[in-house]
C-alpha cells in the first residue's frame, strides 16, 4: 500500500447484493504540470459498482487533495487514481474520468476503466 493509498477509508457496503453505481464528482482537483510546474485544474467522475466496500467520502477528498504539489501528466495521475481505488475497494467495476480545464488551448478528457474478471 502506499502513502496516497493510505489516506483512502473505506465502509462495508450495505447492499452488496445488489449491482448499484455510486457516482462521485469532485469539481476542484489540481495536479502540477511535469514540466512548467503550472497548477492543473479538473473534475474527477468517480463511478463505481462496489463489490464489499465503498469509499468513505472525507478521506476521498483528502486523497484526490494530496495530488496538488505532484508534478504528474493527465495520463498518469488519472490511472494512478483508478488503481489506487481499485486496489483499495476491489469493485465489480469501476470508471474514472478526469476532465482537464482548456491548456493551450486544448481540453483533455482522460477515461480509464476496470472490470473485475469473473
Do not use: W
Not at 447492499?15 to 453505481?21: A, H, K, L, S, V
Not at 496538488?68 to 489506487?84: K, M, Q, S
Amino acid at each position: 500500500m502506499n502513502e496516497k493509498q493510505k489516506i483512502l477509508e473505506t465502509f462495508p457496503n450495505p447492499n452488496p447484493e445488489r449491482d448499484y453505481i455510486i457516482i462521485h464528482t469532485a469539481p476542484e482537483f489540481t495536479s502540477l504540470c511535469p514540466k512548467t510546474g503550472q497548477p492543473d485544474f479538473a473534475t474527477i467522475i468517480l463511478e463505481y459498482i462496489p463489490d464489499k466496500l465503498c469509499v468513505e467520502l472525507k478521506s476521498y477528498k483528502f486523497y484526490l487533495q494530496s495530488f496538488r504539489n505532484d508534478g504528474i501528466y493527465f495520463e498518469a495521475v488519472t490511472n494512478r487514481i483508478l488503481n489506487d481505488l481499485v486496489e483499495t475497494l476491489q469493485p465489480r467495476k469501476m470508471k474514472l474520468t478526469a476532465k482537464f480545464n482548456t491548456r493551450g488551448g486544448i481540453h483533455s478528457d482522460i477515461i480509464a476503466e476496470y472490470k473485475k474478471e469473473q
